[in-house]
């Protein structure tokens, strides 16, 4: 039996019916792109005519050239119809794909229920529809709707329906899970079934997470014998999502040794996961397999000196395999290894018989239990390391700053900040308006030194988060700022804390400068930039 497999994206349809989830015309070129690149084999690109942006993507798609096969989805022809007359049908064929996904009733009680027609003119509807569409020269890939609840509650009636199909010509014969409810052991049987009657058309899995089984089901139905795994990146897809390709497709080629994607698209896998998640502009948890920033992030201290000696102690695969990185988390958990490890990532040494390694991660620790937090903020701990280190000079003295914040009746609120520093025994004062009290400290600092350091004029802020640590104390809790900012050509992360959230992003803010004008001085030349009052300087 061949182990060659085809992956079939649904994410710009399927994975669009998630809440929370709308793309644009381009952000579905974008996409399409991009899952080319990955080297999947069909796109489902929507439905043809159904709304404004699915007909200006399917009019632009074609300058994309892609090599994957681009499908649209559709229905079966309408009961008591002529399937050449159906405009559903005739919209697929108007939009110039390869292939074609039809969708159709499985289940007796759907057919009875939501067609409200007759078996015998359900079957009818599926054979004269992919007939029509195969005369037409289409690929036609058979989506067999609520197959597993049809075969459970009517097994004679389920497989009629995949004969029907086969007969009439259809390529593939899917067996979609689509109230999510299938348990793995059901899906491997019931392949099993259909896969000892069908002897022309090839089989496929279309499975949803309502029970978190969606990745588990298309691995069990492709081991029964499908050769068509349809599903999303990252999961997307109504209520809880479609069956997640990010873990499906490494699972399947670097398990269970199936040919899926080439080894250097698997590499992409990463990125390609991520750009979507920007693009769609939903946020990607961190401990998604494969994929996630902390699929491969390494925090207790016995963990990260085992995988110093080898990553195969804590680690199911090579991170490279699929895109990633193994990272390690600097923490309140964080032994010597972690400190260690964490510093030479970054091009800093640190002998380990030295008193500023245990002083180091004493001082981490203490600020961890303050509320700072350095995993999610890699620039704050690299300059915390560096200064241990002894390799930060100063920069610029920070003297002070004010703020202003001004509402009247008939304009809306005014931000200003003044900001005092001393740079080579100069005083500078400066002052900025805002969109807001951060933005605002943020240009009047950037005014202060951009004559001093013009390469800063290539660095922005773009992510800012703050996170109530104690909600018990209401408006004066101790807040925790994160801070992504980027240049040109990186991104970085710096945190700062304070029961005063003007405060905290002051010291994230200052700690981004710090960071950005790191990269752009010799690291022994660097001189320390100190941190306002910052805790993680005073303590």
Excluded at 227 to 250: D, K, V
Excluded at 318 to 343: H, Y
């Amino acid at each position: 039996m061949s182990k060659a497999l085809s992956i079939f994206d649904t994410t710009l349809r399927d994975g669009t019916q998630g809440e929370g989830i709308s793309l644009s015309a381009n952000d579905k070129l974008k996409i399409a792109k991009k899952l080319d690149q990955l080297g999947v084999h069909y796109i489902e690109g929507g439905i043809p005519g159904s709304n404004g942006k699915d007909i200006e993507f399917f009019k632009r798609v074609k300058e994309l050239n892609l090599q994957a096969k681009l499908t649209a989805f559709g229905s079966t022809r309408r009961k008591d119809s002529v399937a050449e007359h159906d405009a559903n049908l005739n919209r697929m064929l108007e939009a110039g794909v390869q292939a074609a996904t039809l969708v159709g009733k499985s289940w007796d009680f759907h057919v009875h229920t939501a067609l409200q027609t007759t078996l015998e003119e359900n079957l009818a509807m599926i054979y004269d529809s992919i007939a029509y569409l195969k005369h037409q020269g289409l690929e036609v890939i058979f989506d067999a709707e609520h197959f597993f609840d049809g075969y459970k509650h009517n097994p004679e009636y389920a497989l009629a329906v995949m004969r029907k199909a086969e007969a009439a010509g259809a390529d593939w014969l899917v067996m979609c899970d689509t109230n999510g409810g299938t348990l793995p052991h059901e899906v491997h049987d019931i392949v099993s079934v259909l896969g000892g009657i069908v002897t022309t058309s090839e089989l496929g899995i279309h499975t949803h997470n309502d029970c978190e089984l969606a990745v588990a089901n298309s691995i069990s139905a492709v081991r029964a014998g499908a050769r068509q795994i349809q599903g999303t990146m990252n999961g997307y897809g109504e209520r809880c999502g479609n069956a997640n390709l990010c873990s499906i497709i490494p699972s399947l080629q670097l398990k269970l040794g199936y040919e899926v994607l080439e080894p250097d698209g698997l590499k992409q896998l990463t990125n390609t996961a991520r750009y979507i998640s920007e693009i769609a502009n939903v946020h990607m948890p961190v401990n998604q397999p494969y994929v996630g920033t902390a699929a491969f992030a390494h925090k207790g201290g016995i963990h990260v000196s085992a995988i110093r000696r080898d990553s195969r102690t804590y680690e199911h695969i090579a991170p490279e395999l699929v895109g990633n990185r193994q990272r390690v988390l600097v923490s309140e958990l964080a032994g010597q290894s972690n400190v260690l490890s964490k510093a030479q990532d970054m091009g800093i040494h640190f002998d380990p018989a030295n008193e500023n390694t245990r002083e180091v991660i004493s001082k981490i620790k203490e600020l961890e239990h303050q509320g700072y937090q350095f995993e999610g903020a890699d620039a704050s701990l690299e300059l915390l390391l560096r200064q241990a280190n002894g390799e930060l000079k100063e920069l610029f003295v920070f003297e002070s700053f004010k703020m202003l914040v001004e509402k009247t009746a008939d304009r809306p609120v005014v931000s200003e900040a003044f900001v005092k520093l001393n740079i080579d025994g100069n005083s500078i004062y400066t002052a900025a308006e805002g969109n807001g009290p951060v933005n605002a400290l943020d240009n009047a600092l950037r005014k202060a030194l951009i004559t001093y350091y013009p390469g800063l004029k290539d660095m922005h802020l773009s992510d800012y988060k703050v996170r109530v640590l104690d909600d018990k104390d209401a408006t004066a809790s101790k807040v925790r700022v994160l801070i992504e900012s980027q240049n040109t050509e990186n991104s970085w992360n710096t945190v700062g804390v304070s029961s005063n959230v003007i405060e905290a992003s002051w010291e994230a803010l200052v700690d981004s400068i710090r960071y950005a004008l790191l990269g752009q001085t010799k690291r022994a030349d660097y001189e320390e930039i100190p941190s306002a009052g910052r805790g993680l300087m005073n303590h």
